[in-house]
Every structure is written in C-alpha cells, then in structure tokens.
C-alpha cells in the first residue's frame, strides 16, 4: 500500500533521482540482512516467535513512515521495513515443518497465490485512496492496521512451531538437545545440492531484478504505452497468477516431479523474457509480464520444497534464510545490470535475463541429479549428531563398530542402553549385529520422506547384510 507513495513522498522533501533510487535498493539490502537473521533467529529460539517480533516491528515501521519529516527518516524507516520484511524464509521453514514432504510443493503454491493477490491488492487499495484524497499519514496507518491485525490473528491462531515444541519437550535430559544446530558449510558438505539451490536462486531473481524495473520503460520507448497501459497489463497477468497457482503448479508437480518443475518454469520464463524483444506485437507484453508472474509459480515453491528438504531440520531456517538472501541480493543487483546495459542497447537486459533462466533450468534439470557420496553422507550426520526416532540397542552398534563415549553423546537419556539412530545411507554403515529382541519391529522410517524403508535380518545372525539395507537412493 505504501510503496508506491515513497518516491513522491521522497521528492516533496527534496530528494535527488539518485536518493530515491537509492532508498528502494536499501530496502532490499536490509531485506538480505534481515532472512539471514531472522533464519538463524529462528532456528534458535522458534519460528513463531520471530515472526511475531517481526509484525510487530513492521507495525510499529509503518506508523513511523506516516510521521516521518524528513528523507533521512524516510531513509531509516525504509532500512528498517526491509529488514524485518525478510521473514519469508521464516515462513517457508514454518510450512516445511508442519506440512508431509509430498505436500510442501502444493501448500508453498497457495501461499504463492495468497501472496500475489496481496501484491496487487496492495497498490490498488492505496491508489485508490490516494484517488479519494487521503493522505499519505492516512495510508501509512491503514496499512498499519493491516499489519496489526495480522499480528493479533498470528498470536491467536498461529501454533507453536515444532522445532520450538521439540526443544521444550527434551530440555534438560540430554545434551544433543544442546547441541547448535549445523552451520551454513556443514549444511552443504554434507549435501551439496543445497548449494547448487543457492545459485538457481540468485539465477532466477537477478533475471527478475533485470527484467522488472526497465520492462515500463521498454515499452513506453517500443509503443508508446503509459501508466494505465501499464496498469492493465499488471493488473490482468497479476489474475492470472492467482487462478494459475492455486492449482497449476501441484499438478504438474504429481506429473513430472519438482525438479523438471523447476526447470519448465525455468525455460518459460526464459521464453517471456525473449519474447518481448523478439516479437514485435501489442499482445507481447502481456503474454511476457504473464510468463513472469504464472510460470514463476512453477519455480518457487519446488526450488523452496527441496531446499527444506535437503536442509537439516535444526538449520532449516538458516539455509532458506540465504536462500532468500541470495533471492533479494539478486534483485538488488540484477536492477544495476539493467541500467547500465538499457543506455546502449534496449534489448540486451532481455536476452541477458532470458539467459540466466536457461542457465537456472540447466542447474534444475541436470546438476540436481547428483547424489551424495554415502561415506560423506554417514560422516557428517554423524558428526553433527542428526537423529530421528529410530532406537537401536547400544551394545548391538558397539559390536558394529560405534564406541561408547559416542553412543553416550548421542543418547537421549544420558545413557548408553539406547541410540536414536540417523536415517542415512546404510550401505555406508558397518554391519551392524541386531538383537532380535531388543530392536522391535521391521520398519525404518526416514525422516526427510514419508516412505517408510523396509529392511529383513537374516534369521541366523541377525546381522544387516548390504543386500538387506534400503538402497541410499529411497533417501
């Protein structure tokens, strides 16, 4: 609602082109500091609770827009909205934990739809008011309002996260329950592909940060369009996005899986972008402006399902945090891209945004293949002590190979009678002699997917041979 205020507010209290300019890429430079705070804030002390802190924040932000006297205050209040405006990792980690694997992509969707109808809804109800003769002071305080009443409705219905509740409930009884979760490099030493996530990211939305800011230009300067030209192409394509991702993306994820996903979103978006500037016709814009905003629900849900799921749960938080960091870094730089190439060439930003989307699709259809190296795998699960509620008799791993000081720091109960065991590729475990009677059941199930793996012990030794184990790939 405020947003498209701020450069006239900017310009009333004498700000240059470069001030104002300046001023919206601070918001998303404290937006990049802000998921990688709040991330890590939020894997420590819960979900839940940063996020309240943070609408309440962006509350108390929005008042401070409608008294603010000056364009430094401005300056300051904007730095400090995008800060605590980078809380969507927050909520995608809060969605990852509390919705099954099989159904992320499709929740993230809906999410996607709900967000965009605030995005167009936003601007229109403060244009609108702005039509109606209501001052800047009298929107920052609606949208004030607005914000509030979703911190009320978070501190009513919003349930405890369950990282949160899992930290509560083993307070004090072990010290894995004290243990930090895993750093950032632990996370992709021990899975690779989150950083190949990073770098599909910071592809995709330095396209967008190219593509957004110089696209009314371009088509001022081709065909003469204006603000309500302009207006209308928004306003259509941001309809068609909301209808498109609540039901589009789930679907074509059941067909073809998240990772093609990804890259068929990839490659439209990259059809979009070269569209404008290859085809000369008045219904292009709308069929590019369509491309970026439908087909990017396509990408963003499955690029955020899969990085919760190769992401430790304790560190979820963190690593979608940078996710999005890399996402608003992109944007931040992509903008700079646009204007220093659009002075000589008007079309080259397009091809170059065309290109990093077919780069983004590559990464998504052919390095995500990769697996890990099982022997890594074992060692740094291991090694940050990941666990998942599996109980195996302590004795039966001693005989495998595990010593006791390890069992003892990995047990729950400060004891070595019992080790809750990781889910990791066990074709990388030493055999491991099973007590018959202690090891109750023929169930394994991994806790990064709701298939249950299926294991038989051979009847003389009770020992899990190679053939036994579930193959690493059903991880």
């Not at 309240?52 to 000056?70: D, E, H, I």
């Not at 401005?74 to 909205?81: D, P, Q, Y």
């Not at 995500?368 to 509620?389: C, F, I, M, T």
């Amino acid at each position: 609602m405020v947003a498209p205020f701020l450069p006239f507010v900017a310009l009333s209290m004498q700000a240059t082109t470069f001030q104002i300019t300046f001023m919206q890429a601070l918001y998303s430079l404290s937006q990049i500091v802000g998921t990688l705070v709040l991330g890590f804030l939020s894997d420590r002390v819960g979900r839940r609770k940063v996020l309240l802190v943070c609408l309440a924040a962006s509350t108390g932000s929005l008042v401070a827009f409608g008294v603010a006297r000056s364009f430094w205050q401005l300056l300051l209040f904007r730095a400090l909205s995008g800060f605590f405006a980078g809380t969507i990792g927050i909520c995608e980690a809060f969605i990852a934990d509390i919705v099954e694997e099989s159904q992320r992509a499709a929740s993230l969707s809906k999410i996607g739809a709900v967000f965009g109808l605030g995005l167009m809804a936003g601007p229109g109800i403060g244009g609108a008011m702005a039509g109606w003769g209501f001052s800047f002071e009298t929107v920052c305080f609606v949208a004030a309002g607005f914000t509030l009443a979703n911190f009320a409705i978070g501190v009513v219905g919003l349930p405890e996260d369950k990282l949160a509740a899992a930290r509560q409930s083993t307070a004090g009884q072990s010290e894995h329950a004290e243990k930090e979760a895993p750093g950032l490099l632990a996370c992709m030493r021990q899975e690779p592909r989150i950083g190949i996530m990073f770098v599909h990211s910071f592809l995709t939305l330095t396209a967008v940060g190219i593509y957004i800011p110089i696209y009314p230009l371009y088509l001022h300067d081709r065909y003469g369009f204006g603000a309500a030209d302009i207006g209308n192409i928004m306003f259509v394509a941001g309809i068609g996005a909301v209808v498109f991702q609540l039901g589009i993306p789930h679907l074509v994820v059941q067909a073809i899986g998240e990772k093609q996903c990804m890259a068929l979103g990839s490659m439209l978006r990259a059809c979009g972008y070269a569209s404008l500037v290859a085809i000369p016709a008045p219904w292009i814009p709308y069929f590019s402006q369509i491309c970026l905003v439908c087909f990017g629900g396509l990408i963003m849900p499955c690029q955020v399902s899969l990085t919760s799921a190769f992401a430790p749960e304790a560190a979820r938080g963190s690593v979608l945090g940078v996710l999005n960091a890399l996402g608003s870094f992109g944007q931040f730089v992509g903008p700079l891209i646009a204007g220093l190439l659009y002075k000589g060439s008007p079309e080259l930003p397009f091809w170059l945004a065309a290109g990093f989307s077919v780069l983004a699709a590559l990464l998504a259809s052919v390095m995500l293949r990769v697996e890990k190296d099982p022997a890594q795998s074992v060692a740094a699960e291991l090694e940050n002590g990941y666990v998942a509620p599996v109980a195996l008799p302590a004795a039966a791993l001693q005989r495998g190979g595990l010593d006791e000081p390890l069992l003892r720091a990995r047990s729950p109960s400060r004891s070595p009678t019992k080790l809750e065991l990781i889910h990791v590729d066990f074709t990388a475990l030493p055999s491991v002699l099973m007590d018959s009677e202690a090891c109750s059941g023929d169930t394994w199930a991994s806790s990064r997917s709701p298939t249950k793996l299926q294991w038989n012990r051979a009847a003389s030794d009770h020992t899990l041979t190679p053939a036994d184990r579930p193959n690493s790939t059903d991880l």
